[in-house]
């Protein structure tokens, strides 16, 4: 099993898309952490709520229930971030920066 999947790799191999790709990896990492925290509080407004305007017992329950599962959901979102995001930075820091600049597009003539 390969736990990098960059080893298959030489470093002179990698290219710029792969340096975006681990990019866009690191933004959808954070837009996961982002619908955790979402759904966290969701589920707490949606405790304090059902505690606050419920007339039965079971449905004050429910509301108690959500209090703390909001909770472990945002506990949840934020460890899962943690870990992707420190293997995402190892990847990242496995690659080396493009041995062949860009080329240079001059001013006067706009090539």
Known sequence: MVTNPY?????????LRDELAIDRTRLANE???????????A???AGVTFI????????????????????????VGVARYRTMNSKITVARRQ???????LPQRNAKTGN
């Open 7 to 15: 080893q298959r790799f030489e470093r002179e191999e990698l290219i």
């Open 31 to 41: 837009r996961t952490l982002l619908a955790y925290l979402r759904s966290g509080v």
């Open 43 to 45: 589920l707490i407004l």
């Open 52 to 75: 606050h305007f419920a007339q039965d017992r079971w449905f004050r329950m429910v509301g108690v229930l959500c209090l703390p599962a909001g909770g472990i959901v945002m506990l």
């Open 95 to 101: 690659l080396t920066p493009a041995t062949t600049p």
